[in-house]
């Protein structure tokens, strides 16, 4: 979880027409995005029912090629819907299980462990998938990426305006169910997040921008300094009430349509919401 959150997809749909995002590279972000809503819809569900059926947690090498798989059926659902021929569709979907399938021989032998076969599993399938896209770049280049016409179905058109949401939704999933209160230096990505993106961006040319965003590094940086050194059960409210706070900081900046895009904005807040208000959950009714 904190691997995920620690990452923000700095893109919304109002960017993703192929008048602003190279087709190719709009494609790929869009792989990745269905990559990640399949991992985190299909893991959950399919940890719930091995635990309903008795089932232990699965072997390493066995667990990260279920990622693959629940990753490849959500590119696959995605590509479907988009009109993607068979053969891109199998070789998107290849390129889920050949890193792991790669990892998967010095794991067995000992030369890496279990953590490096995950991660790098992960790393590696985004160049995989880069080089299927470019293998059909021309199939990919034609499908332009269009909204859902008001003839769509109204949760297709749910889902295309409001993927943010949804994709935190997805993220925040797992507090839920299991609620926990995420570590001190989480706070440190929630400082460094707008600076980062505002740099890419290059929107911190304004005198006024860049003092507001440095206080924000600031004042979050002194809240994870403040966990660290304080410790116990006050570490933990200041962690959660930190991301609360951090929701109005995203709303701020959603409602200026400045610094980061609105759809990042949007993200943040609706995943630090969920976050923040899980773990005030577990911190008041842990015994």
Same mark, same amino acid.
């Given at each position: ?21 190279? =087709?190719? /590279?709009?494609? $790929? ?5 269905? !990559? +990640?809503? *399949?991992? %985190? &819809?299909?893991? @959950? #569900? ?59 021989? =010095?794991? /067995?032998?000992? $030369? ?5 076969? !995950? +991660?790098? *599993?992960? %790393? &590696?399938?985004? @160049? #995989? ?61 929630? /400082? ?81 919401? /969920? ?13």
């Amino acid at each position: 979880m904190t691997e995920l959150t620690a990452t923000c997809a700095a893109t919304t749909h109002d960017d993703l027409p192929a008048r602003r995002v190279p =087709p190719l /590279a709009r494609h $790929l972000l869009e792989m990745v995005l269905a !990559m +990640v809503v *399949g991992m %985190l &819809l299909l893991g @959950p #569900a399919r940890g719930a029912l091995a635990g309903a059926l008795g089932l232990g947690p699965a072997a390493p090498g066995t667990g990260a090629l279920l990622m693959a798989t629940d990753m490849s059926l959500g590119m696959s659902v995605w590509m479907w819907y988009r009109g993607h021929s068979a053969p891109a569709i199998g070789e998107m979907a290849a390129a889920m299980y050949a890193p792991v399938l790669l990892l998967a021989v =010095p794991y /067995a032998v000992g $030369l890496i462990g279990a953590g490096a076969l !995950m +991660v790098g *599993g992960h %790393l &590696l399938m985004v @160049p #995989a998938m880069a080089a299927a896209v470019l293998r059909r770049r021309d199939e990919y280049a034609e499908h332009r990426g269009t909204r859902p016409g008001p003839d769509a179905h109204p949760l297709v058109r749910l889902a295309a305006h409001r993927w943010p949401t949804g994709l935190a939704l997805l993220m925040s999933f797992d507090n839920w169910i299991t609620p926990a209160v995420l570590p001190w230096w989480t706070l440190l990505g929630l /400082a460094a997040s707008y600076l980062l993106v505002g740099a890419w961006r290059r929107r911190l040319g304004n005198r006024r921008v860049r003092t507001v965003q440095l206080a924000g590094l600031l004042g979050w940086t002194a809240l994870a300094v403040a966990a660290l050194v304080v410790g116990g059960d006050a570490a933990r409210w200041i962690v959660a009430v930190g991301w609360l706070a951090h929701a109005v900081w995203d709303a701020f900046h959603h409602w200026r349509d400045e610094v980061v895009p609105r759809g990042y904005a949007e993200w943040c807040a609706v995943l630090d919401t /969920a976050l923040g208000a899980t773990m005030i959950l577990f911190i008041v009714t842990s015994p």
